[in-house]
Structures are given as structure tokens and as C-alpha cells.
């Protein structure tokens, strides 16, 4: 895993590694194996593969590089469902609520009209 100020799909990513994912490409061959690593490009390198063209045709691969830019999704365990960086992104919008909210006592009926109270 690459230290990086990557987005959180990204970084979710790189907690896929070493679990089975799924990934389908533009062309709809779909791959199966082990994350063995991520980039933040999401190019992927799988390993103990199997590869299903499109037209059904399966075969073994021991270890497989895709190009993100081909990937159309990748599936990733269950698992991950409590990774720590959905505790990050819950924090983060948590503190942004917090920011938009607005103050009691703030915004009296004459400043939002613009006048004074007659």
C-alpha cells in the first residue's frame, strides 16, 4: 500500500489488499483473485486469478496486472464494510453538518429583511 492523500474509494482499495476481489473490465472480462497490490491510479496486480471472457471461456492465471484505466468496477469483500476509513468519511461529514448548521440567535428578523423594525 503507497502513502497517499488519495480519495477514500482509493484508500478502500488499498484495504482490499490481500482479500479475494472481483474486478470487471471496459470489454467485460471479468477477474478473480487476490489483491496483491493497489496504486492510486487503480491499477491492480491479482494473483492465483481466474479469468472469465466475456463469451464465457474460463481460464487459471497465477498473477495478472490491470490497467486502471480498463477496470469498469471491482467488487470488494464484505468485510470491508468496517474499514476505518468509513469511520474518517462518517467524522468528516459529521464535522461539515456541524459547520452548515446555523447559530441561535443569529439572523433576527430584521437582518434578514434587510430593514429596521418598524
Known amino acids: 500500500m503507497a502513502l497517499t492523500n488519495a480519495g477514500a474509494p482509493i484508500q478502500l482499495l488499498f484495504e ?3 482479500h479475494v476481489v472481483s474486478v470487471e473490465l471496459k470489454d467485460g472480462t471479468t477477474y478473480r483473485g487476490i489483491l496483491a497490490e493497489a496504486e492510486d491510479t487503480m491499477n491492480v496486480q491479482l494473483k492465483e486469478v481466474t479469468q472469465t471472457a466475456k463469451e464465457g ?19 470488494l469483500p464484505e468485510v470491508l464494510k468496517n474499514a476505518p476509513i468509513f469511520k474518517k468519511v462518517n467524522q468528516m461529514r459529521a464535522s461539515k453538518v ?21
Open 57 to 75: 471461456r474460463v481460464q487459471r492465471l497465477e498473477h495478472v496486472f490491470l490497467r486502471g484505466g480498463n477496470i469498469k468496477f471491482i467488487v
Open 98 to 118: 456541524k459547520e452548515e448548521l446555523p447559530l441561535k440567535g443569529k439572523g433576527t428578523k430584521r437582518a434578514r429583511t434587510g430593514g429596521a423594525k418598524k
Open 16 to 18: 482490499a489488499e490481500n
